[in-house]
């Protein structure tokens, strides 16, 4: 729409250029003829000629299309534009949406040369002035009565004239006789209909209404809207769903055996509901119609007449009931069932005939499976008499118990089942039937047959045993062979043919179908699934099959590919130093998945694993129990490899590390080792004050944690409170400042416990000497000659010193190397059983508190490297607690290892005292390895075992080394 407008508004502005001037109007087209406007006054004329020239102009229409002009009127005086009829806006613009007529005007002024050519547009409104049509007015249709709910039939739709959309078809309705049968569908495409169907609602049938009469009413969306109808008749076509209906039940007619032929006997009469085809009836004997009655009778097609076909003779006393059908024409033809019952009047005197009719007879002989049913219709007897009267009473028997006879019918009877069959026990019977008439003397009749009994899928498979048992090792190859299962059934033919199958355990086996071997079709792993129980089924070939079952255990051979398998990796076991041989350490565990021999498990010790006999073993049950002593502080950890094997073949096994921690008990005594028996004894000066350190008890325990730390305490003979002890270290120092009155000799008890729950304890004593701290020698005089020769001596002895130290030291390497050659020279000694302490050899003062003079030189004793060393460790481990089971360390002596000196020494013996010096040190390093953990504490050497001293010597020695004070 709104690209019409601007096209609209292009084309006013050039005709605008072009002409000079554009007018339009408007109009409806429903409108009456009427003034649509002044060209002069609408162009604007005035402004062009002026006013007073407005009324010289004349007027006329220049357009050529007749049939544009012939809708207007123009008055060429005023100018007046007129509509001359009304205006068809479909004709001229057809749906256009929009309707413009072009008209070209003239204006001529005869007063001067104006003139002018004005272009006048006329826009066509369109109105409601079309109602829809159809493109007929009435539409014949037609429906099958069998069509389906649901279907539709495509009808017409209606178009409109109008331009505008609303002036269009917006709806449609659907009227109806019977309402509900049919609605009106619509398809739209926005808001415009584009397709009708008709839709059927109900079922049809043409037998009820054949004709439908409808109307579709068509509106367009005017004000007010417009209709137009579209009369629509459905026509119901007719399908064959109506079978012939005979007039009665039973057509029955009664005849003497004389009756001649062709004679009309009855009539059968029918009706059908349909049409044409559909309703046109023949008339037929029924197929199971008994031979007799085509024989002596016949059956007119068209008419339905019955009527005789051969001579009645001989069949007089009969009765002939059969069945006659009547069918339609139509597709597909139906058919409808009568009875027909003739009698035949007897009149002459014969023997009764008997017929015997066999039911499904092969080779002669009747056949009935042998699940037949008691009742079942083995054979049927017709009895032909044609006496009447007693001659023509007739009763029939039958000899076999199997069977017996019934009368259907006047001298009609069916040979039925009396009692069960068993075909595997008799499969043929032999049936013998006898009627006798009641004439005088009475005829008798006799009729033999066989009856075959026909096999019945009515024995399962049977399998002889209930379950079967087969046995296969694990690890199997594919397709290796199980066992074989066997059924068997007493039917015969196809009935006892068997197939085989597994009802389950399908993933692992298979079963041949006919002969009935199992095989495994995977390799199977019985400590997944040790056996198997599966069902097999065995299933014959009958038309409704049966089948048997049967259990297959299958049991899966153990085969040693399962190590044994350790609970744990490592065994952690504890065990106390004191326990007896033989005690029960821990126990070993192990699992096998496989069973049987291959399952037992045994347990050992891997010797293997080990250096040596250790105090242990493993019972083959897996308990771990001591062999032999063990003491926590020779060994106190045993690991080595214990391992679980299976007794199947091969064997197989796994390992596993096993730790015996020994838990440590307080079995040993603290060991004092200073003081000792020959070293008991230390000389203190009284200078020394409050807190002072003047001792150092050595002690040690080889047990281990609580058993080992040790604590100390003392009791002194004569106390004074002056001596006091560190409980856990061992340190006596001075509790007070001391005094000339202290000068004297104490005598300390000293006792070392240790901390295990049983406390162990040690005693030794130790003698304090307290000497004069201030005692110099007296030098007399002043003399300058004597301070010369002091002067003198001095210097020399300190060259003297000098070179004692440099000979010293070349001794020292000297005697370094020759030990070094000594010990390369010797076998490694064997490892002691305890953790030898290091040593540290570092000389270090312990106190200062000792004045120093350097005019009086003090002698220090030690053992000297000629005596034994080995004496004083023996004298260590004399004093030591030891077990029976114990080795002793490493043999050294006891010997006796002190030696005095004098106070005042030489100076040869300066030289002594340090050779003196190292062999002290090494005398340390001895008794410190009697520690196995802890190093020595530092090992007081003021000790002195004579009383030889000065007052102002403390026992320590001195010499120009600065050797008064000395502690390791």
Known sequence: MTMDLIVIYLMVLLLSVSYGQTITYTISEDESPRLLGNIASSANLSDVVGIDEIPALRYTMVTTDAKIVGLFNLDENSGDLFTSTKVDREGLCGQAVTCVIDLDVAAQSFLSTVFRKIKVLLYIDDANDNPPQFPQSMLQIEISETAAVGSTIRVPIASDADATPINRI?????????????????????????????????????????????????????????????????????????????????????????????????????????????????????????????????????????????SLDGAGGSTFIFQVIAKDNGSPRLTSESEVVIKIIDTNNDPPEIKVQLLFSQGGSSTVPESSIIGRVVALVTVKETDSGNNGLVDCAIRNNYFSIQEMNV????????????????????????????????????????????????????????????????????????????????????????????INGTDYFTINSTSGEIKAITSIDRESIPKFVIQVKAVD????????????????????????????????????????????????????????????????????????????????????VSTDEVDFEKQPQYSFKIYAKDRGTPSLNSTAILTIIIMDINDNIPVIYFPAENNNSINVPHTMGLGAEIAQIQAYDIDSGDNRRLSYSISVVNDTNLFTINVESGTITLSRDMDAKDIQSYVINIEVHDNGQV???????????????????????????????????????????????????????????????????????????????????????VSNNFPEDKTTKKSVKFVTESENIESLYAQVNKNRPRKANKETSKGYTNKAFNEEHQQHVSFADEISNIAALQNHQALVRILKLGDREEKMNDIDVWSDVSADHTASDSGHGDSDLDLHTVKV
């Open 411 to 502: 001298l009609e009877y069916k040979v039925i089942v009396a009692k069960p069959f068993n075909r595997e026990e008799t499969p043929i019977h032999n049936v013998t039937v006898t009627c006798t008439d009641s004439g005088s003397p009475p005829l008798t009749t006799r009729s033999d047959f066989q009856v075959r009994i026909l096999d019945e899928n009515d024995n399962s498979p049977q399998f002889p045993q209930e379950t079967y048992f087969f046995n296969i090792k694990e690890k199997n190859k594919i397709d290796q062979f199980v066992g074989k299962v066997r059924a068997y059934d007493n039917d015969t033919n196809e009935n006892a043919q068997l197939t085989y199958q597994l």
């Open 759 to 845: 406390q162990l304890s040690t005693r030794a004593s130790m003698e304090i000497q307290v000497v004069r701290g201030d005692a110099l020698p007296v030098v007399g005089g002043n003399n300058h000659s004597t301070n010369v020769a002091i002067v003198v001596v001095l210097i020399c002895v300190t060259l003297v010193l000098a070179i004692a130290v440099i000979v010293t030291v070349c001794l020292i390497r000297r005697i370094d190397n020759k030990k070094k050659q000594c010990l390369e020279s010797k076998p490694e000694a064997q490892e002691d059983w305890y953790e030898k302490p290091q040593v540290d050899n570092t000389v270090v003062p």
């Open 541 to 624: 070939n009958g038309k409704i099959p049966l089948s048997g079952t049967t259990i297959v255990k299958i049991n899966i051979d153990d085969v040693n590919d399962n190590a044994p398998e350790l609970s744990a990796k490592s065994y952690v076991f504890h065990v106390a130093e004191d326990a007896r041989i033989g005690s029960y350490i821990g126990f070993l565990t192990a699992t096998d998945a496989d069973i049987g021999m291959n399952a037992d498990v045994t347990y050992a010790l891997d010797y293997s694993s080990v250096d040596h006999n250790v105090p242990f073993t493993v019972l083959t049950n897996g308990t771990v």
């Open 170 to 310: 917006s709806r449609y309705e659907l009227s109806q006789e019977d309402g509900g049968v049919f609605e009106l569908l619509e398809t739209r495409t926005g808001s415009t209909v584009t397709a009708l169907s008709i839709q059927l609602k109900s079922d049809l049938d043409r037998e009820q209404k054949e004709q439908y009469k409808l109307a579709v009413t068509a509106f367009d969306g005017g004000d007010p809207a417009q209709s137009t109808n579209l009369t629509v008749v459905v026509l119901v076509t007719d399908e064959n769903d109506n079978k012939p209906v005979f007039q009665r039940f039973t057509f029955d007619a009664t005849l003497t055996e004389t009756v001649g032929l062709d004679s009309s006997i009855l009539k059968l009469e029918a009706s059908d509901l349909d049409k044409g085809e559909n309703s046109k009836i023949t008339y037929h004997f029924a197929s199971s119609v008994p031979t007799p009655v085509s024989t002596y009778f016949k059956l007119n097609p068209e008419t339905g007449v019955i009527s005789t076909k051969s």
